[in-house]
């Protein structure tokens, strides 16, 4: 089976802090990948990032960064400097191989952390 | 950019009503996913498609039928419609996974569905 965990369910932070979402997830497959999803208020989920499970490597876009740690199995996500326009729900997903029907894949998600960043 | 669009960003709908929610996608993506979002939940897959004619349930299939007749179009049909399908529909698409990668999903911006 697989479960993704993000324990926080609401974080708020004063603008121009730094913010780390917290995602867990199980699998027993090798072979799977990690998103992370942004959903703003007015609703459309917005793809951030996909990562495998090949590359451990850290990624940075902007004030945006990933840690992507096998041995805690953990999927963090850091926004540095936030802003207001960062508000918004935060899901992290799962998906593997193994887990698919013919030519598609399924995403299991986490239940979502809302960040309200104050100004 | 990849476009889903959602017939109605919100609907109200009585009791015991046949509910069709529409989504297109103009990527010429094979996939096509619907979701329900709820308060705690999260999103929850309800079906999806892998190509025109075919479909395979989710998580979550009760209550709920899917048509794609055509590529670019995937149906959700709320059959009798009940209190507890009140939720948040998303529906999403994407490529099809090939042997080194996972293709990510595109959403639509959601359909608001009020069940009275």
């Known amino acids: 089976a697989q479960k993704v965990t993000q324990a926080q369910t609401e974080i708020s932070v004063v603008e121009k802090e730094d913010v780390t979402l917290d995602c867990v997830y199980e699998?027993?497959?090798?072979?799977?990948?990690l998103f992370w999803y942004k959903q703003p208020p007015s609703g459309e989920l917005v793809f951030l990032i996909r990562?495998?499970?090949?590359?451990?490597q850290n990624e940075i876009s902007g004030r945006y960064s990933w840690n992507f740690q096998k041995s805690t199995s953990s999927f963090n996500f850091t926004i540095t400097a936030s802003q207001v326009v960062d508000s918004a729900v935060y899901f992290c997903?799962?998906?593997?191989?193994?887990?698919?029907?013919?030519?598609?894949?399924?995403?299991?998600f986490g239940k979502g952390t809302k960040l309200s960043v104050i100004p | 950019d990849v476009k889903v669009t959602q017939s109605s960003r919100y609907l109200v709908k009585r009791t015991g009503e046949k509910v069709f929610l529409e989504c297109v996608q103009d990527?010429?993506?094979?996939?096509m996913f619907w979701y329900r979002q709820d308060p705690g939940l999260g999103l929850r897959l309800i079906y999806f498609?892998?190509?025109?004619?075919?479909?395979e349930k989710g998580d979550i299939p009760e209550g709920y039928s899917v048509s794609r007749e055509k590529k670019e179009r995937f149906s959700l049909i709320l059959e009798s419609a009940s209190t507890n399908q009140t939720s948040m529909y998303l529906c999403?698409?994407?490529?099809?996974?090939?042997?080194?990668?996972?293709?990510?999903?595109?959403f639509g911006d959601g359909t608001r569905l009020s069940i009275l």
């Open positions: 990562r495998n499970s090949f590359d451990e």
């Open positions: 997903a799962l998906s593997t191989l193994s887990y698919s029907g013919a030519g598609s894949y399924q995403l299991t």
């Open positions: 498609s892998y190509d025109v004619k075919m479909k």
């Open positions: 990527m010429d993506h094979e996939n």
């Open positions: 699998t027993r497959d090798t072979t799977y990948y």
């Open positions: 999403a698409s994407s490529p099809p996974r090939d042997r080194v990668s996972n293709q990510p999903q595109h």
